[in-house]
């Protein structure tokens, strides 16, 4: 049996969480990416209004994006971290922010260089706001009883 010394530790660690969560986090976000860019050029070709459009994708792809981070971005010591609604209405909280900047961007952007390059700008601001949040706020590592 292989036993872990403190710098197989600090690699697990870095590996695990510290580094690679915003990668996961990335992952799953380009999922949901697609699952709201499909929503929204869906609704935009059928004549929805762009600000509606990009609500209703949002919540579509929020969904998807809160099931798919407790499983696969803030994982634990390997465990998935605990759904909760509670926890659903924070990771939703945090990424209203983020739906309010990018719909504040797509809007201001869109007659200036396109919709498709509007709508990718605004991924990108609602992207660092929505990592930010959920790292910091929704999937913040809390202390062990044992102080670690």
């Given at each position: ?35 709201d860019f499909l929503i929204f050029f869906i609704l935009a070709r059928i004549n929805v209004s762009v600000i509606a459009a990009n609500i209703l994708a949002f919540f579509v792809a929020n969904i998807f994006s ?83």
């Amino acid at each position: 049996m292989l036993r872990k010394g403190r710098l197989g530790k600090q690699f697990t660690s870095y590996v695990t969480h510290d580094r690679a969560e915003p990668w996961r986090f990335a992952f799953v976000g380009l999922f949901a990416t697609a699952v709201d860019f499909l929503i929204f050029f869906i609704l935009a070709r059928i004549n929805v209004s762009v600000i509606a459009a990009n609500i209703l994708a949002f919540f579509v792809a929020n969904i998807f994006s809160y099931f798919a981070n407790t499983a696969v971005t803030f994982r634990r010591d390997g465990q998935r971290v605990e759904k909760s609604v509670a926890r659903y209405l924070q990771f939703l909280l945090a990424h209203l922010f983020g739906l309010a900047t990018s719909t504040g961007v797509l809007v201001v952007a869109t007659p200036v260089i396109g919709l498709l390059l509007a709508k990718a700008a605004a991924t990108g601001v609602g992207f660092m706001s929505n990592y930010l949040l959920s790292s910091r706020l929704v999937f913040r590592n809390k202390p062990n009883n044992d102080g670690q």
